[in-house]
């Protein structure tokens, strides 16, 4: 097996490693700490195209985790880059929020519903049924069908909600157009990831609490993979997928001490 070198660069989930729904994760906010005084280059990841980096701040602040706007990295920057590298300045028909939509403008795309070049569908927690008839007339007359992410349900302080995945497959039922997702488990998430940070495969880690998403991510990205535990794949869950992470620990605080050395640590199992 190949020996990886340092660990010089950490994409890190943000749902399920550094918070929940309820605060942070015991261990976060010292591993971002540690990562920002070591000077170590990082990203934090999320598929929730909801929010801009800016607001992501500030809930991760509100939290104790200091993690630079800059240092966010979001489905909804992803989709918008990809968007950017097919089609400059295109016009897209969007359902969404703040997040999505502002980074859509920040290309220079217009939105709106008259022939758009493209339909993107992103999350919200207000899915408005007009919204989906208009984007599935849309792509039925022959625009091109996005989806920030495939997530089917997301987390809310309530309980689980439908999400851009749900959402998606029922405009995909009704007009028999399949969406391209940009977000996790698709690797061009990744790949943007790097290249905004600079990072290359052989030296960055991620740190995931998906195994579907996060990890096989990951892996098809040829970063070094780390599972932790306190998300919603549980030790049991592992065994069932054809692929393994690298490692599999409890939680973030168990990688503290990796940031002054930078050593990745052996294949589990």
């Given at each position: ?54 607001d992501?701040w ?34 897209a ?22 022939q ?9 927690r ?18 091109r ?17 439908p ?9 995909t ?23 905004t ?73």
């Amino acid at each position: 097996m190949h020996e990886r070198g340092p660990t010089e660069c950490w994409l890190i989930d943000m749902d399920g490693v550094l918070v929940r729904e309820s605060g942070p994760i015991p261990g976060a906010a010292e591993f971002i700490g540690r990562l920002t005084t070591s000077g170590k280059r990082f990203l934090v990841l999320t598929n929730n195209s909801i929010y801009t980096p800016r607001d992501l701040w500030a809930r991760l602040r509100a939290m104790g985790i200091e993690v630079p706007a800059s240092a966010i990295w979001t489905s909804a920057l992803a989709t918008a880059q990809f968007l950017d590298s097919q089609r400059p300045k295109a016009t897209a028909y969007v359902i969404g929020e703040a997040g999505l939509t502002t980074a859509l403008h920040g290309i220079g795309y217009v939105l709106g519903d008259v022939q758009p070049d493209y339909v993107v569908l992103g999350e919200t927690r207000r899915y408005s049924f007009e919204a989906i008839t208009t984007a599935i007339r849309l792509v039925d007359d022959g625009a091109r069908f996005i989806a920030t992410n495939p997530d089917p349900i997301g987390p809310s302080p309530q309980g689980a909600v439908p999400a851009t995945g749900s959402v998606a497959a029922l405009i995909t039922k009704a007009t028999g157009v399949e969406p391209y997702f940009v977000g996790k488990p698709n690797p061009l998430m990744m790949r943007s990831a790097l290249n905004t940070v600079e990072g290359h495969s052989e030296s960055t880690a991620m740190i995931g609490d998906r195994m579907d998403t996060d990890i096989v991510a990951g892996i098809e990205a040829g970063l070094d993979t780390i599972l932790v535990l306190t998300g919603v794949t549980g030790p049991a869950e592992v065994e069932r997928y054809p692929y393994r992470p690298n490692r599999v620990v409890a939680s973030i605080a168990d990688l503290l001490d990796e940031i002054e050395d930078g050593r990745p640590g052996g294949r589990d199992g």
